[in-house]
């Protein structure tokens, strides 16, 4: 029988997580005001750089700057099924601009994950997402809509053979699809696959290592000199994979290694060394939290001439809570990108940016349920890129959750 539509991967998978969902027993005693949340939330913020455009350059015809509207509505929920949860959220977002009007897009993010559990010894996750959003301006610059559309699935599974040790397994897959064709040479698919084993202390700490392939597939090649570029990689890693609990308020996290990136075409891109991410998170008095992390990992860059990058970086922020209805948080963030380029066919050679960033904002909870909050920002980047600029800007907000 021939099939009248095709139907996406997501709604399969959340179709079965369903089907899974339907054939628990769900306690009678979850009503769904304890499992599903709507909520509303309504965002007013203004950008001094929209277009993130070279400080010497002009705007597009207008303003360098906008002032737009976020509207967000959606349903969260957080549903146990026997000894499984399933939990997740759909949202839908409009978003209007004051003087870019062109720009006006309809967002979308939609994520289920089910933790799932078979006896005592293995445990897991199943789940995807489906997001739509506009592509940042920071390496594309243009007053065309672009819309970008992601699409995850994955799958992990643990066994605690030992109360001690367990190895895991993960696979997952995301693409991501552009609207301009300008930018569709950044089509891509991202498969990856982990293997690790951890040690598991009495004390809540977890002391591991993974190995990792992720491939990178680009449909769409560039052309360069009338040579089709295929700009397909493959990344193998080996990382220790640590969760120290020093205490109740301190932990560090940490996944980071050694990793090797070859490409399908041009090997002078290929690179290896140091990769991975670090992160120490302290509490005082539980009132004032802070974070601070370090990291060194490829990245990828949705620019017209590259494709990825090496980034080297660093971020403190900080929570304090003024009361129990009112905090305030801060936070800064520097980081260095060397990109992978073609030196002397399309770009000059150790071709590279450095951006700092920091923001401050307050939170007020009047009830539990509405929030409100403001915030400002300010941004610099600068390097022999294409483009050096500063901007700043302001948001307020405020949110609902029935």
């Given at each position: 029988?021939?099939?009248l539509?095709?139907?996406?991967?997501?709604?399969?998978?959340?179709?079965?997580?369903?089907?899974?969902?339907?054939?628990?027993?769900?306690?009678?005693?979850?009503g769904?005001s304890?499992?599903?949340?709507?909520?509303?939330?309504?965002?007013?913020?203004?950008?001094?750089?929209?277009?993130?455009?070279d400080?010497?350059?002009?705007?597009?015809?207008?303003?360098?700057g906008?002032?737009?509207?976020?509207?967000?509505?959606?349903?969260?929920?957080?549903?146990?099924?026997?000894?499984?949860?399933?939990?997740?959220?759909?949202?839908?977002?409009?978003?209007?601009?004051?003087?870019?009007?062109?720009?006006?897009?309809?967002?979308?993010?939609?994520?289920a994950?089910?933790?799932?559990?078979i006896?005592?010894?293995?445990?897991?996750?199943?789940?995807?997402?489906?997001?739509q959003?506009?592509?940042?301006?920071?390496?594309?610059?243009?007053?065309?809509?672009?819309?970008?559309?992601?699409?995850?699935?994955?799958?992990?599974?643990?066994?605690?053979?030992?109360?001690?040790?367990?190895?895991?397994?993960?696979?997952?897959?995301?693409?991501?699809?552009?609207?301009?064709p300008?930018?569709?040479?950044?089509?891509?698919?991202?498969?990856?696959?982990?293997?690790?084993?951890?040690?598991?202390?009495?004390?809540?700490?977890?002391?591991?290592?993974?190995?990792?392939?992720?491939?990178?597939?680009?449909?769409?090649?560039?052309?360069?000199?009338g040579?089709?570029?295929?700009?397909?990689?493959?990344?193998?890693?080996?990382?220790?994979?640590?969760?120290w609990?020093?205490?109740?308020?301190?932990?560090?996290?940490?996944?980071?290694?050694?990793?090797?990136?070859?490409?399908t075409?041009?090997?002078?891109?290929?690179?290896?060394?140091?990769?991975?991410?670090?992160?120490?998170?302290?509490?005082?008095l539980r009132?004032?939290?802070?974070?601070?992390?370090?990291?060194?990992?490829?990245?990828p860059?949705?620019?017209?001439?590259?494709?990825?990058?090496?980034?080297?970086?660093?971020?403190?922020?900080?929570?304090?809570?003024?009361?129990?209805?009112?905090?305030?948080?801060?936070?800064?963030?520097?980081?260095?990108?060397?990109?992978s380029?073609?030196?002397?066919r399309?770009?000059?050679?150790?071709?590279?940016?450095?951006?700092?960033?920091?923001?401050?904002?307050?939170?007020?909870?009047?009830?539990?349920?509405?929030?409100?909050?403001?915030?400002?920002?300010?941004?610099?980047?600068?390097?022999?890129?294409?483009?050096?600029?500063?901007?700043h800007?302001?948001?307020?907000?405020a949110?609902?959750?029935?």
């Open positions: 029988m021939r099939l539509f095709k139907p996406h991967p997501l709604a399969l998978l959340i179709g079965a997580i369903g089907a899974i969902g339907a054939a628990a027993c769900v306690p009678a005693s979850a769904v304890d499992t599903i949340h709507p909520y509303l939330a309504v965002t007013r913020s203004y950008d001094a750089n929209l277009f993130r455009l400080d010497n350059s002009p705007g597009f015809g207008g303003p360098r906008d002032t737009l509207m976020q509207t967000q509505y959606g349903v969260l929920f957080d549903m146990p099924i026997s000894r499984q949860k399933l939990t997740g959220q759909f949202k839908q977002s409009r978003v209007k601009f004051d003087h870019y009007s062109e720009l006006d897009y309809s967002g979308k993010d939609y994520l994950d089910l933790e799932w559990h006896g005592n010894h293995l445990e897991g996750h199943i789940g995807g997402l489906y997001a959003t506009l592509t940042s301006f920071s390496d594309f610059h243009s007053n065309q809509r672009n819309l970008r559309k992601q699409r995850r699935e994955y799958v992990d599974g643990a066994w605690r053979f030992h109360p001690s040790y367990r190895v895991r397994a993960a696979a997952s897959s995301q693409k991501f699809t552009y609207d301009l300008q930018q569709q040479f950044n089509n891509r698919t991202e498969d990856q696959v982990d293997l690790g084993f951890d040690y598991l202390p009495h004390s809540g700490s977890r002391f591991g290592l993974q190995v990792s392939q992720l491939k990178g597939k680009y449909p769409n090649h560039r052309f360069l000199g040579t089709s570029i295929d700009d397909g990689y493959t990344q193998n890693e080996l990382k220790a994979n640590v969760y609990l020093f205490s109740a308020t301190s932990q560090f996290t940490m996944l980071a290694g050694w990793a090797e990136r070859k490409h075409f041009f090997g002078e891109r290929d690179s290896s060394g140091l990769n991975g991410r670090a992160k120490m998170n302290w509490s005082m009132k004032l939290r802070m974070d601070a992390s370090v990291w060194r990992e490829f990245a860059v949705e620019s017209n001439f590259v494709n990825n990058s090496l980034n080297k970086g660093a971020s403190f922020s900080t929570t304090w809570d003024v009361s129990a209805k009112v905090n305030v948080n801060a936070a800064v963030r520097r980081e260095k990108r060397d990109f380029t073609l030196e002397g399309i770009a000059p050679p150790n071709l590279h940016d450095k951006s700092r960033n920091a923001s401050l904002g307050v939170n007020y909870a009047p009830l539990q349920s509405v929030r409100l909050s403001a915030n400002v920002f300010h941004e610099v980047r600068s390097g022999n890129a294409s483009t050096n600029y500063r901007t800007g302001a948001a307020v907000s949110s609902i959750q029935f």
